[in-house]
């Protein structure tokens, strides 16, 4: 069954980094967005990150601008979410998704529109501690 698996989540001090990684199961990343989400107990899905097929394009949520950055390596089929200064706030299960659809043009800018996204990991467990 095509699926997304997340890994590298963990219980980190505030301030401190932690480096997630997304990779495919039975389905590829080349040529399709992929973005990072987020969901904290009692609250909604909300997008992180996201990032081109090609990698030349990037979008944050402005909560994380400056603090996350999401890459891509084409050639091993991952994406990787580096989280640094972490703050309790970013305590939440983070997902990794990938666009339902290839990606077929040159864009000129990306968003992180969660409907847009067609496969889903399980979600890693971020926990940040005060």
């Known amino acids: 069954q095509p699926q997304v698996v997340e890994s590298g989540g963990g219980l980190v001090q505030s301030g401190g980094s932690l480096r997630l990684s997304c990779a495919p199961s039975g389905i590829t990343f080349r040529d399709y967005g992929i973005g990072w989400f987020r969901q904290a107990p009692g609250k909604e899905r909300e997008a992180v990150a996201c990032i081109s097929r090609t990698g030349g394009l990037t979008n944050y949520a402005t909560s994380v601008k400056g603090r996350f950055f999401i890459s891509r390596d084409n050639a091993k089929n991952t994406v990787s979410l580096q989280m640094n200064s972490l703050k309790p706030e970013d305590t939440a299960v983070y997902y990794c998704?990938?666009?339902?659809?290839?990606?077929?043009?040159?864009?000129?800018?990306?968003?992180?529109?969660?409907?847009?996204?067609?496969?889903w990991g399980q979600g890693t467990q971020v926990t940040v501690s005060s």
């Open positions: 998704a990938r666009k339902t659809n290839r990606e077929v043009l040159t864009l000129s800018s990306i968003t992180c529109d969660s409907r847009q996204y067609g496969y």
